[in-house]
């Protein structure tokens, strides 16, 4: 296990969490991990993070939009175990999240500066 970007930011995150799986080089806007941190603490289990930071090769294959706040390190896809995506999703809202994207399985949270909802048509 590369263990270049294991550095502990914040009581349940790691760095290495946020890389690009491709190049492994992270952006994380700081916005963004506060919000994570609150939602970390509303669900009282662990927050998978499927996607942080993508580098334009990897945004690319992961069939990002060219203008995705992944690139910016201002947007994180995430998951949970136990809470539903549903409860993911409300409690987001309360948070203050700006970009919220509802997928099958997951969810895109961004720190855009204006508010934007989505769900995935499929």
Known sequence: MDKINYIKIA??????EFECPCCKRVMLHSDLLK??????????????????YRCPEENKKAGGVPTSYHLFGMAAD?????????????????????GIGRYENFLHLDVRPTKSRWEDPS
Do not use: C, M
């Open 78 to 98: 995430v998951t949970a175990k136990l809470t539903s995506i549903t409860d993911l999703l409300q409690y987001a809202i309360d948070i203050g999240f700006y």
């Open 35 to 52: 919000k994570l941190v609150r939602l970390r603490q509303k669900i009282h289990e662990p927050l998978i993070i499927n996607s942080g």
């Open 11 to 16: 009581y349940n995150f790691n760095l290495q």
